[in-house]
């Protein structure tokens, strides 16, 4: 069975070793490296190949937003979950607009963070349960205003 490949990307020392542990309980998945600031994401993305990033959307310094941008220029096949605390609507377009395939909340169960991984590595999007209406939403506003714009 091929591993997933991962890289934690968060500035709190004590969560990436959270995620560590969690992820690497899983047969199918290895944790290639740990960064904790933007440039080193950005060198260690392009140095070890990951699969998935788990990137902290509000890291700080150039962000994990633009640090997603940079990442996914150089490495348009990487797949990137971005991790925050927020479900601010504007964060979530920003990092829908940088190229995630993944937006989950720190709060999330370790069992959903895992599903995850193994969703967005095979090519899928997740996003998280308490975001997901809220995409909806507006997705379905967007389309409701291209047809009345169409009328």
Do not use: C, N
């Not at 591993?3 to 309980?25: G, K, P, T």
């Not at 890291?59 to 990487?78: D, H, V």
């Amino acid at each position: 069975m091929a591993q997933i490949r991962l890289l934690i990307v968060d500035h709190h020392a004590m969560f990436r070793e959270a995620l560590r542990a969690i992820l690497e309980r899983q047969e199918d998945m290895v944790v290639v490296g740990e960064a904790r600031d933007a440039s080193t994401a950005v060198r260690l993305a392009s140095e070890w190949q990951p699969d998935v990033i788990l990137m902290e959307a509000e890291l700080p310094g150039r962000g994990g937003i633009e640090t997603t941008r940079k990442i996914l220029t150089e490495r348009p096949a990487a797949r990137v979950i971005a991790l925050t605390m927020h479900d601010d609507d504007e964060l979530i377009a920003a990092a829908i607009r940088a190229g995630v395939q993944g937006y989950l909340l720190k709060e999330s169960q370790a069992a959903d963070l895992v599903q995850a991984v193994r969703t967005v590595a095979a090519g899928g999007a997740a996003i998280d349960p308490t975001v997901a209406g809220r995409v909806w939403r507006q997705y379905r506003a967007l389309v409701d205003h291209q047809a009345a714009a169409a009328d």
